[in-house]
């Protein structure tokens, strides 16, 4: 006997450092939490930092449904250089000065891509494109297309408007920016559809994630940190935070863990994910309404 304990069922809520994958990430924790049950909820590329969640031993159950939710950043787009990838990871395609380009220009443009829009990915994203990743066909360079898909940007606001001289002199603007976005909203395409409305090419040279669901920064730990002290939310306060709470008495938790598929009440009608829990606040299963009655989606219980 090694003597290890099972980490607990949970949610570890990373602060992403820049240079690791989502990968990286959950390799460093199954090495700290001493488990190989780990997995990501919404991946972040390399260069973005902050909230990645991770969901440790059965709350892996949790993290396909966790992606799903609204997603909120802090970033920076520089307007007057195009890259290859959208972002300041990839090789510069175009320079154009851009210090004639107005606020109000700017403005007219985010409103433009606010709301539901149609979104065309980055070509180095992870989409695949009959079979293959968009990256991998890229890198090879074929000609290929990705088709738009529809998105939700519910809020994209411009804090900061700053001059600036690119490595290759060009006069550039630096916007310090916000978006609160749907699940698989690609920022960089953000920032390079922003500068091709403009006329002057756009990348995103900085992201932050600061919000996932209901899991915010604050509540974030640094790989660092976490391998002092492992930090897990249980996986039933995890479920509370994220989707709508039904508490059942003993005899419907009894049927629900036993496969009995019960009558749901109304107000979880088209609501998505809902937590069950029992009594004593055990917390049984995550279910969805179909038909009027529970389809369980994952039990706990």
Not at 24 to 32: E, L, T, Y
Not at 184 to 211: E, F, P, S
Not at 233 to 255: G, N, Q, S, T, Y
Request: glycine share 10%; net charge neutral; proline share 5%.
């Amino acid at each position: 006997m090694s003597g290890r304990t099972t980490p607990p069922d949970g949610l570890v809520i990373v602060d992403k450092p820049a240079g690791f994958t989502s990968h990286d990430v959950v390799a460093k924790m199954r090495g700290i939490a001493k488990t190989r049950r780990i997995g990501h909820a919404g991946t972040l590329d390399p260069m973005a930092t902050g909230v990645l969640v991770l969901g440790v031993e059965r709350a892996t159950k949790l993290l396909g449904h966790l992606a799903l939710t609204e997603k909120e950043y802090l970033g920076t787009v520089r307007l007057g250089q195009s890259t290859i990838t959208d972002d300041a990871e990839g090789e510069v395609t175009s320079s154009t000065d851009a210090s004639r380009v107005t606020r109000d220009a700017i403005d007219k443009a985010v409103a433009k891509l606010t709301g539901d829009i149609m979104q065309v990915p980055s070509r180095v994203s992870a989409i695949k494109i009959n079979g293959v990743r968009s990256y991998k066909r890229a890198r090879k360079g074929e000609e290929f297309d990705i088709p738009a898909r529809p998105v939700t940007v519910s809020s994209f606001q411009v804090h900061d408007i700053r001059d600036a001289v690119a490595d290759d002199g060009t006069p550039v603007l630096d916007l310090v920016v916000s978006v609160v976005c749907s699940s698989g909203t690609y920022i960089r395409a953000l920032a390079r559809d922003l500068g091709a409305d403009l006329g002057v090419g756009g990348h995103l040279t900085a992201l932050r994630r600061t919000r996932v669901g209901p899991y915010k920064l604050d509540a974030a730990r640094t790989l660092e940190q976490l391998e002092r002290e492992m930090t897990v939310m249980p996986i039933a306060e995890a479920a509370a935070a994220a989707f709508p709470r039904w508490d059942v008495d003993a005899r419907r938790a009894r049927l629900l863990t036993n496969g009995v598929r019960l009558d749901i009440p109304d107000e979880y009608a088209g609501a998505g994910p809902v937590a069950v829990f029992g009594p004593e606040g055990r917390f049984l299963a995550l279910v969805e309404e179909q038909r009027g009655k529970t389809k369980s989606l994952a039990v706990f219980g």
